[in-house]
């Protein structure tokens, strides 16, 4: 009987330790997996907050500041000022080249 407990002591501590490392739902793997998603949507939250405070800034410029709305709207809508003259460059398009006849 105590050769049984000798020997089914170290049995069980080299399969809980295995279950520890590679098994189960919170196996130290697992946890390091998750450790690195976090640290990756920690990344991703300072990436978002920094647009964020940048869309704020760019929406209480357009809100307070006219000379950022005039520039939005002149470049966006073309828009002008009475008296002047607005101009605007076309590229030609190029005219369609005849088509060759395959059957000659």
């Not at 105590?2 to 170290?10: D, F, G, H, S």
């Not at 920094?50 to 073309?78: K, P």
């Given at each position: 009987?105590?050769?049984?407990?000798?020997?089914?002591?170290?049995?069980?501590?080299?399969?809980?330790?295995?279950?520890?490392?590679?098994?189960?739902?919170?196996?130290?793997?697992e946890l390091r997996?998750?450790?690195?998603?976090?640290?990756?949507?920690?990344?991703?939250l300072v990436e978002?907050?920094?647009?964020?405070?940048?869309?704020?800034?760019?929406?209480?410029?357009?809100?307070?500041?006219?000379?950022?709305?005039?520039?939005?709207?002149?470049?966006?809508?073309?828009?002008?000022?009475?008296?002047?003259?607005?101009?605007?460059?076309?590229?030609?398009?190029?005219?369609?080249a005849p088509a060759?006849?395959?059957?000659?």
């Amino acid at each position: 009987m105590k050769r049984l407990a000798r020997l089914l002591l170290p049995v069980l501590l080299l399969v809980s330790l295995y279950y520890a490392v590679f098994g189960g739902e919170y196996s130290l793997l697992e946890l390091r997996a998750r450790r690195g998603d976090l640290e990756h949507e920690r990344v991703r939250l300072v990436e978002l907050e920094a647009q964020i405070d940048s869309l704020s800034a760019w929406t209480d410029s357009l809100r307070t500041d006219d000379h950022t709305l005039e520039r939005v709207a002149r470049e966006s809508f073309g828009m002008i000022k009475d008296g002047e003259t607005l101009y605007r460059f076309a590229v030609p398009e190029e005219p369609e080249a005849p088509a060759e006849d395959e059957t000659s």
